[in-house]
């Protein structure tokens, strides 16, 4: 069983932290007018979220994001005024002994463990459901979701509702990943390219499990997620990947190792919080039709003039063989020779 809590490696010196994460929603509860402040927002936040009751560890400051709606003026009454992002990367204490809603013995039991963090991840979102800000006489309701991407058990619901309802009497499972918002230049040749190379995608996802096919380009596609800003998106510096395993088992077991981590490289100090998914467009399959139809296209074209010049060339050369049939030899003269002196 996969640890929810312990670090996971992989290749080319990268390592998987488990963490988690929270979208915060912010509504007005009073009609006043004032600008959001969004760094006095946060700092009251971060003051609530490490004292009592929920005593989170949030050492960055960084791990707290707020953004204010961009279209403010155009929003509806019943529409959020902001957004942030909560990442929690301490998780050791899940291991201490004698938590206040768990067993008091200690246990590395994983099971126990993954227990452990359910309960604690509940109750932390249900701590933070209802929350009222009061920041320079200004009025916020707080609520706090989990992120579909960050739930296993939620994605596994859906990609078993997605089969069931789409495939009728069809027994048919995911095989592939996507994972975007990854450093480009981890996943290239080191001193030759800062693109992602396939090679080395290849070697870092094989750990995973077995890879049957592969594909990584440059993702200019973030920030699709509500909150998040695209204008602070550079293209080209971030990568996506599409991974397809040789098996169900294979998928299952990487999905789940990948879901709800960030990712770090060693000698670095960044922790790049990804977004894992699954394929539910069929990619690879449409990569192969898209290029049985670009073959058959070609096929359609080529023979044309394949078949004209087949077809035409015996034609030629039976008019050529027949016209020399009735074209009547030359008559043959008789050369007669004359001496000099003869009459």
Same mark, same amino acid.
């Given at each position: 069983m996969i640890s929810p809590i312990d670090p996971r490696d /992989?290749? *080319?010196?990268?390592? &998987?932290?488990?963490?988690l994460k929270l979208v915060l929603i912010f509504h007005r509860s009073d009609p006043a007018v004032k600008p959001i402040d969004e760094w006095q927002i946060k700092l009251?936040?971060?003051?609530?979220?490490?004292s009592s009751p929920l005593?989170?560890? +949030?050492?960055?400051?960084?791990?707290?994001? +707020?953004?204010?709606?961009?279209? /403010?003026?155009?929003?509806k009454i019943e529409d959020p005024v902001a957004f942030g992002n909560l990442y929690v990367r301490d998780l050791g204490f899940l291991r201490k002994k004698r938590m206040r809603v768990w067993v008091e013995e200690e246990s590395n039991d994983e099971e126990m463990i993954l227990k452990r963090f359910l309960e604690w991840r509940e109750d932390v979102l249900r701590q933070l459901g209802g929350v009222e800000l009061n920041i320079q006489g200004v009025g916020f309701d707080m609520t706090a979701e &989990?992120?579909?991407?960050?739930?296993?058990?939620?994605?596994?619901?859906?990609?078993?509702d997605f089969y069931r309802n789409s495939l009728r009497g069809v027994t048919r499972r995911p095989d592939t990943i +996507?994972?975007?918002?990854?450093? @480009?230049?981890?996943?290239?040749?080191?001193?030759?390219?800062?693109?992602?190379?396939? &090679?080395?995608?290849?070697?870092?996802f094989s750990v995973l499990g077995k890879i049957r096919k /592969?594909?990584?380009?440059?993702?200019?596609? &973030?920030?699709?997620?509500?909150?998040?800003?695209?204008?602070?998106?550079?293209?080209?510096?971030?990568?996506?990947?599409?991974?397809?395993?040789?098996?169900?088992?294979?998928?299952?077991?990487?999905?789940?190792?990948?879901?709800?981590? @960030?990712?770090?490289?060693?000698?670095?100090? /960044?922790k790049v919080?990804?977004?894992?998914?699954?394929?539910?467009?069929?990619?690879?399959? *449409?990569?192969?039709?898209?290029?049985?139809?670009?073959?058959?296209?070609?096929?359609?074209?080529?023979?044309?003039?394949?078949?004209?010049?087949?077809?035409?060339?015996?034609?030629?050369?039976?008019?050529?063989?027949?016209?020399?049939?009735d074209v009547p030899w030359p008559k043959r003269f008789r050369v007669t020779s004359q001496v000099h002196g003869e009459p």
């Open positions: /992989l290749s *080319n010196g990268l390592t &998987l932290f488990p963490r009251s936040l971060l003051s609530f979220l490490r005593c989170l560890s +949030i050492p960055d400051e960084n791990d707290l994001s +707020i953004k204010k709606r961009p279209d /403010l003026h155009k929003r &989990l992120p579909k991407e960050e739930d296993f058990e939620g994605m596994k619901r859906s990609w078993e +996507i994972v975007k918002g990854v450093p @480009s230049r981890w996943f290239a040749e080191p001193r030759v390219s800062s693109k992602p190379s396939m &090679l080395v995608t290849h070697t870092i /592969l594909n990584v380009a440059e993702d200019d596609d &973030l920030g699709t997620n509500s909150g998040e800003n695209k204008g602070d998106i550079v293209s080209g510096l971030t990568c996506k990947a599409w991974v397809q395993f040789e098996s169900y088992d294979d998928f299952y077991n990487a999905f789940k190792a990948l879901c709800g981590c @960030s990712m770090q490289k060693e000698g670095s100090r /960044l919080d990804y977004e894992v998914s699954w394929d539910r467009d069929g990619f690879f399959e *449409n990569q192969r039709s898209s290029t049985r139809s670009h073959i058959q296209e070609r096929a359609v074209r080529l023979p044309v003039s394949s078949r004209y010049t087949r077809d035409e060339a015996p034609r030629h050369q039976s008019q050529t063989i027949h016209s020399v049939a």
